[in-house]
């Protein structure tokens, strides 16, 4: 064969090998698959068709970016400081009515302040609210709040709505507070209170009242409803431990709430225009074993903790919106469209297995708990061994070269439990840190600072790292071992 022949030869075969490549390789396709955190075609025997992702970078294949290979910029980079530390305590004290009150609540125990320790956060206006589960015996009130702008950093804090909404332990009443784990404030200026309804979950696990779902009015603070999970709905052992919403085009009356079963592996689908719920199982709400053990300080622990970060894509053209998640002991973060969990006839059957599906991986020591989406459709959530909060543009494929760190910090962001955006006009980023396994495992050092709320705006988070979405995306493409997932 001639030179010629030969050099032809071989541009065909290399052109016909990067055509292979590079629809995978990029993470961009004709058809963009589900492992980039897009939409697809439905199963034939499944819902609703899911068009083309809404998540294509602007300027399409013009604005592909860079290809050069960064994996391990996720894991080593310490962000920027961009965190401010907005509340702060050593030890978690409560307003009461007088400091008699309080002296008398010591003396009976009914208040043992190193117990407390505080778990979820998330803002409206002028306030931040904060929940203190009842994880030990000696936490008077479950659900609290503080004034914005700050007064004094560490000011003791004030149940919510007030003290008369708070059980005791002790011959709990069910139509009360019993222990609150996370809130979610939604765009109709409620605040939802997912309510576990379990006690002293470090000595003695105890299911005193059902779990239930709360709402409150924040303007006038009134309880608007009040929803027990049916008993056929809750497992032996059941911890519900996070709550979403979900709100189309303002209708408030027809928000669906999706509840979070971290012990059991399931998510429960509550209708707020129905007034009843459903749950809902998959495998990939499961945790994965290797992902199951941790390093924290000088700690070493293994939770097999499923399902847990829970967060809402925008709502796609043909109405439908995707839920992220991931097991708190995973790397990997997964999808699936909410019209497959809003079906209650789909999991009166055996649900739609093949509707769930990953979309990549935060690599090793990339456990998460919580996590929200931005107005600028750019994911934030915690990383919890890491001490730090990450990011990620929706419209680039989920991969670690396009995954972005806010930042890092062993002391002032250690162990970040609870993250939310917030809906003011300049929208923030709340997260909370409390050194939770030294409170489970060890004793915390009530001589220096153990829990932290820290805020910063989006704009400054998201500034200088991958997740602007003014950024290119990195397309080189590191495909993760099958551990690391």
Not at 153 to 177: E, G, M, R, V
Not at 213 to 241: G, I, R
Request: net charge neutral.
């Amino acid at each position: 064969m001639s030179r010629l022949h030969w050099r032809t030869a071989l541009r065909l075969l290399a052109l016909t090998f990067l055509i292979t490549l590079i629809p995978e390789a990029n993470g961009y396709s004709p058809f963009m698959n589900n492992r980039h955190g897009s939409f697809s075609k439905a199963p034939e025997n499944g819902t609703s068709e899911h068009l083309a992702s809404p998540y294509i970078a602007p300027g399409g294949l013009a604005a592909l970016g860079s290809k050069q290979a960064n994996k391990d910029s996720f894991a080593t980079s310490q962000g920027k400081n961009a965190f401010e530390v907005i509340y702060q305590w050593k030890v978690i004290d409560f307003l009461y009515p007088s400091l008699q009150a309080r002296n008398n609540a010591i003396r009976s125990r009914a208040f043992i302040p190193e117990n407390n320790l505080p778990l979820g956060v998330d803002r409206f206006k002028n306030r931040i609210f904060i929940t203190t589960p009842r994880w030990n015996p000696g936490v008077p009130a479950t659900l609290s709040y503080l004034p914005l702008p700050v007064q004094d950093q560490s000011l003791p804090l004030i149940p919510y709505p007030d003290w008369s909404f708070h059980t005791t332990p002790q011959n709990a009443d069910c139509s009360k507070l019993v222990s609150v784990y996370r809130i979610y404030v939604d765009e109709c200026d409620r605040l939802w209170v997912l309510d576990a309804g379990v006690i002293d979950t470090l000595t003695n696990l105890q299911q005193v009242c059902p779990p239930k779902l709360l709402a409150f009015n924040l303007h006038t603070d009134e309880l608007l409803f009040s929803y027990e999970l049916p008993p056929e709905q809750v497992k032996q052992d059941s911890l519900h431990t996070n709550v979403v919403v979900d709100i189309r085009d303002g209708q408030c009356e027809d928000a669906f709430a999706y509840v979070a079963d971290v012990w059991r592996y399931g998510v429960t689908v509550f209708s707020l225009r129905e007034f009843k719920s459903w749950r809902t199982t998959n495998y990939l709400y499961n945790p994965n074993p290797v992902a199951s053990d941790y390093n924290y300080q000088d700690l070493n622990f293994q939770w097999s903790d499923g399902v847990f970060g829970m967060s809402l894509s925008p709502v796609h053209r043909d109405g439908d919106r995707m839920l992220f998640y991931h097991p708190m002991s995973s790397f990997t973060e997964f999808q699936v469209p909410t019209s497959v969990l809003q079906n209650e006839t789909i999991w009166q059957n055996f649900g739609l297995a093949k509707a769930f599906q990953p979309i990549g991986s935060r690599g090793k020591t990339g456990q998460s708990s919580t996590s929200g989406v931005s107005r600028e459709n750019v994911q934030f959530f915690t990383l919890v061994q890491q001490s730090g909060v990450g990011c990620w543009d929706l419209a680039k494929p989920y991969n670690r070269n396009n995954l972005g760190v806010v930042e890092k910090d062993l002391e002032k962001i250690t162990f970040p439990n609870d993250l939310k955006l917030d809906r003011e006009p300049r929208q923030s980023v709340w997260v909370i840190s409390n050194k939770l396994p030294v409170f489970l495992y060890s004793k915390l050092d009530y001589s220096e600072i153990n829990f932290r709320i820290l805020s910063t705006e989006v704009q400054k988070a998201i500034q200088g790292t991958v997740c602007d979405p003014r950024s290119p995306p990195n397309l080189a493409y590191n495909r993760e071992p099958e551990c690391d997932q």
